[in-house]
């Protein structure tokens, strides 16, 4: 099947810097891509939709100057945490549909635990 | 807006046990509706679906019936095994059938031998 890769596993970063997290499928194309954040015992919460070739869109609540996300090429998006800080310490999780439309074909990336200390 | 309640873990049962999982739903419409799992250390993955009332999505021996009446997606599965210890994750997508899903919270299931 599909597989969607992501970059690092995990981070442990200082309050105040940055740090990108890369979203890659490996081997199929993806023009979207989108980026969900899961807190201990809750549910994955979409952030964004990353769009090939456009800005992306941010879900309702979500700063866009605080998670950047650029969507490089076909098969690579990255989220940036700018000025982190220990709020912003979560597990961030990567899905890219391998077929335009139909929420079936999702493919979703190991995650990403990030730590701001 | 959507949502889903997910049955809250941890959940431990000895292997060959019957297990349910059970999900309910609030959304606009008929939605579809979706069972994932996540192994150790693996992305999630899709288990079953099922897109309309009463539609019976099934996979790896686990189904979910689609439940109008009572909104609601229980996983069932009749005899578990060591190697469905995983989390999973009840979801649904809107009538537009988009790709975004809501999400329940997640279910740990651990089978003991």
């Known amino acids: 099947g599909a597989v969607v890769s992501q970059h690092p596993s995990w981070v442990i970063c200082k309050s105040g810097t940055s740090v990108k997290i890369e979203c890659r499928s490996l081997?199929?194309?993806?023009?979207?891509m989108f980026w969900y954040r899961q807190f201990p015992k809750q549910s994955l919460m979409l952030m964004a939709t990353s769009n090939e070739g456009s800005k992306a869109t941010y879900e309702q609540g979500v700063e866009k100057d605080k998670f950047l996300i650029n969507h490089a090429s076909l098969t690579l998006s990255t989220l940036t945490v700018t000025s982190a800080h220990p709020e912003d310490s979560s597990f961030y999780i990567c899905?890219?549909?391998?077929?335009?439309?139909?929420?079936?074909?999702?493919?979703f990336g190991p995650g990403t635990r990030l730590t701001v200390l | 807006g959507d949502s889903v309640t997910q049955m809250e873990g941890p959940v431990t049962l000895s292997e060959e046990a019957f297990l349910t999982i059970n999900c309910t739903y609030t959304?606009?419409?008929?939605?579809?509706l979706f069972w994932y799992v996540q192994y150790p250390g693996e992305g999630l993955q899709l288990l079953l679906k099922?897109?309309?009332?009463?539609d019976k999505g099934s996979n790896k021996g686990f189904e979910a019936t689609y439940r109008k009446e009572t909104t609601s997606f229980h996983l069932e599965k009749g005899s578990v095994q060591v190697s469905d210890s995983a989390v999973y994750f009840c979801a649904l997508s809107d009538i537009f059938g988009n790709e975004k899903l809501t999400f329940g919270t997640g279910t740990r299931l651990t089978i003991i031998p």
């Open positions: 081997d199929f194309q993806a023009t979207t």
């Open positions: 099922a897109t309309k009332a009463d």
């Open positions: 959304a606009t419409g008929y939605p579809s």
């Open positions: 899905s890219a549909p391998k077929q335009t439309g139909g929420a079936d074909t999702q493919y």
